[in-house]
């Protein structure tokens, strides 16, 4: 199979949710000496963008999407393992929704989104309690947190841990980003978010350039 | 956002006709054009002074079926509801049951 | 060029150029139709949205007998989420003699069927005190909520949590458990409310916990209508289309997962619903322009295809509403009057 070929069966691997096909093309692309990034960018991360455009639309739904996201995950671990040690991992991550905020489908999407290019994902689920955020990023040492928030009500929880950060004197240990539906580029600026991502996609770019950054 | 939404499209409740409107479509499914004309029919007045506050508190006030301001000797509450259910030809749920309970 | 002062989805000024609403215009209402399967605005709709746009009158409102029936779902919980200490029977009558009220709603603070039924033995009771003094219909109304149903704060497996463990079928299976309890509550509740006097029910946020709240939702009217014939029941949505949590569920023969407002509202009618409210998610990266236009969209095909009353949702964030605390005079009436004007509405 050549390049081309396989970076679009990549991408159809993702959008039928066909694990084993996944893994099966993540191996074949390392046996044949291709750059796994280009793999993963090209091939696995296009299905995956695809995939959920269309669970926005209604034409694809949750069930689906987990299997997806999951068939995601087992050829981005394959392709991210035979990077140079150094560049496996682009940084660490600790995701979570606000606290009070049960939803969780859009936090997962970037989770997935961020795995795939290879950041180190903490995810500690929704409706977490800011402070968690923090212990966690300090015990994992991460790079960056992300908060995310579907509710009005819930998105001030974005605003308070830059605060409580502040507070503790580790604003500047890490990186802050937000996203969900009421969140805008706007409301990241006003309270000092260092970035904003419109979509799991935009937040893998964004988390990507937030580092290079660093 | 509601006094907003009131202005510029609401039928003005209790100062028009806009609750009677309502119940036509509340208890027979009528669409907005049809419950407008059955109820002008009803109150014999034209389809667009339904949303007069002016010539509807008028109509209210002949008909006794209350109006926004509280006056003396004017219906009220259920009191008006047992005449609207008269008027539009409808049946009033809290209406019926108090008929029950006082039998 | 002269530019036009509008706002963004999240309510922030922007200052855009005739051409540049017209063309958010023309990418709302395709987006919406492509979405949906529905037919575009038409080009004399556009215009008289560009129109709209380019009116530099604060606010605007519908031409003299275009006026619809405004309706104030839950209500009684408004006026206390602003700090404002009114009894729910106060709240009613302030709704009545102040606010142009067509139709009045009465819920409990926490508007969930859920925690509703174990305080029926008291909502009731203030229900049937504001049933003798107040005029308008007045509904009962909670949301589905079938999210309540799910561990830790109901008695079912989360599906939330099995999905990511790639337990589908187990997710399924909890999510259809969690129908039968909420059909139960709705039930429960709708039936005593209207034996209490309601003029009617509503069913707010529907569909928010995907395509089983939906279902459950659906079950609960056919049940109670057959039970109360006379029964208004209104049917309030979440979003634009109902979310696939479970993906498989089906009413009538109809798979509930993807559907639009305009195929929504036929299985709502079919299952006994008397007014339907359809619910169109603003986007707060995008102009009022284009989630107006793509609100109508959605809104004016679903109106077509329905025989019952559509009372579309136009509250924060939704409709084409921006999404912020205070949405401004100027979209809101803008909203307003597209979605009555153009999109055909019965009420909102």
């Known amino acids: 199979m050549d390049k081309e070929q396989l970076i679009k069966e990549a991408e159809k691997s993702i959008i039928d949710a066909d694990k084993a096909k996944a893994e099966e093309l993540a191996k074949s692309a390392i046996a044949a000496g291709m750059d796994p990034l280009e793999v993963i960018n090209k091939?696995?991360?296009?299905?995956?963008?695809k995939v959920g455009d269309l669970f926005g639309r209604g034409e694809l739904f949750l069930p689906e999407l987990i299997l997806s996201a999951e068939a995601m995950k087992v050829a981005a671990d394959i392709l991210n393992a035979s990077l140079p040690k150094g560049a496996q991992k682009r940084g660490k991550v600790v995701m979570g929704t606000a606290q009070g905020d049960i939803h969780d489908i859009?936090?997962?999407?970037?989770?997935?989104?961020?795995?795939?290019?290879?950041?180190?994902?903490?995810?500690?689920?929704?409706?977490?309690?800011?402070?968690?955020?923090?212990?966690?990023?300090?015990?994992?040492d991460a790079d960056i947190i992300g908060m995310s928030a579907l509710l009005t009500t819930t998105m001030s929880g974005q605003k308070t841990l830059i605060e409580e950060l502040k507070k503790a004197g580790l604003r500047d240990k890490f990186k802050v980003m937000v996203g969900g539906a009421p969140a805008t580029q706007r409301w990241a600026d006003r309270i000092g978010a260092?970035?904003?991502?419109?979509?799991?996609?935009?937040?893998?770019?964004?988390?990507?350039?937030?580092?290079?950054e660093k | 956002m509601h006094i907003t939404h009131s202005i510029a499209s609401g039928m003005g409740g209790m100062r028009t006709a806009g609750d009677l409107v309502a119940r036509m479509q509340m208890s027979r499914g009528m669409k907005i054009k049809e419950a407008k004309e059955y109820v002008a029919s009803k109150l014999k007045v034209s389809v667009s002074d339904l949303a007069d506050p002016v010539v509807m508190n008028e109509v209210r006030e002949d008909l006794d079926i209350g109006r926004v301001n509280a006056l003396p000797r004017v219906a009220k509450g259920i009191d008006a509801k047992f005449r609207i259910a008269e008027l539009l030809g409808i049946e009033i749920n809290c209406v019926n049951q108090f008929k029950d309970r006082i039998k | 060029m002269q530019k036009i002062y509008t706002r963004m989805g999240?309510?922030?000024?922007?200052?855009?150029s005739e051409s540049e609403v017209r063309q958010d215009l023309e990418e709302g209402t395709k987006d919406a139709a492509e979405r949906a399967k529905i037919p575009p605005l038409s080009e004399d709709d556009l215009q008289r949205l560009l129109e709209l746009y380019k009116c530099p009158d604060k606010s605007v409102g519908v031409e003299k007998g275009k006026e619809v029936i405004l309706s104030y779902d839950s209500g009684t919980t408004k006026f206390n989420r602003v700090n404002v200490s009114v009894s729910k029977l106060q709240s009613l009558q302030i709704y009545e003699r102040m606010l142009g009220a067509d139709t009045m709603e009465m819920g409990h603070m926490d508007y969930s069927y859920k925690p509703a039924k174990n305080i029926m033995w008291i909502e009731q009771p203030v229900f049937e005190q504001a049933l003798l003094v107040t005029i308008p219909p007045l509904f009962y109304g909670a949301m589905p909520?079938?999210?309540?149903?799910t561990q830790p704060d109901g008695p079912c497996l989360n599906p939330m949590e099995l999905l990511p463990q790639g337990k589908i079928s187990e997710a399924r299976a909890t999510q259809e458990e969690m129908?039968?309890?909420?059909?139960r509550d709705m039930v429960y509740v709708g039936s005593l409310m209207y034996e209490s006097g309601a003029d009617g029910i509503n069913f707010d946020t529907t569909a928010a916990a995907g395509?089983?709240?939906?279902?459950?939702?659906?079950r609960a009217v056919e049940i109670l209508k057959k039970k109360y014939p006379q029964m208004c029941i209104e049917m309030g949505m979440s979003g634009e289309f109902i979310l696939g949590m479970h993906g498989e569920l089906t009413y009538d023969g109809v798979k509930l997962a993807g559907l639009y407002?305009?195929?929504?509202?036929?299985?709502?009618e079919k299952a006994g619903v008397t007014i339907f409210g359809p619910a169109v998610n603003t986007n707060t990266n995008e102009s009022c322009a284009w989630n107006t236009a793509r609100a109508v969209t959605f809104t004016k095909a679903c109106v077509e295809n329905s025989n019952i009353p559509i009372h579309a949702n136009v509250g924060m964030g939704v409709g084409g509403v921006p999404v912020t605390e205070t949405p401004p005079v100027d979209s809101v009436s803008r909203v307003s009057k597209a979605m009555v004007e153009i999109g055909r509405l019965d009420g909102l």
């Open chain 3, 211 to 218: 395509d089983a709240d939906f279902l459950a939702t659906l």
């Open chain 1, 194 to 212: 260092d970035a904003y991502g419109v979509d799991a996609a935009d937040a893998a770019e964004k988390a990507m350039k937030l580092l290079g």
């Open chain 3, 261 to 268: 407002p305009h195929k929504q509202v036929e299985l709502a």
């Open chain 3, 179 to 183: 129908i039968e309890h909420a059909v």
């Open chain 1, 43 to 49: 091939g696995f991360s296009v299905g995956i963008a």
């Open chain 3, 10 to 16: 999240d309510g922030s000024v922007v200052e855009l």
């Open chain 3, 145 to 149: 909520n079938l999210g309540l149903y």
């Open chain 1, 106 to 140: 859009g936090k997962s999407m970037v989770v997935s989104f961020l795995q795939a290019n290879g950041f180190e994902v903490y995810d500690i689920g929704r409706d977490v309690e800011t402070q968690k955020f923090i212990e966690k990023a300090q015990e994992v």
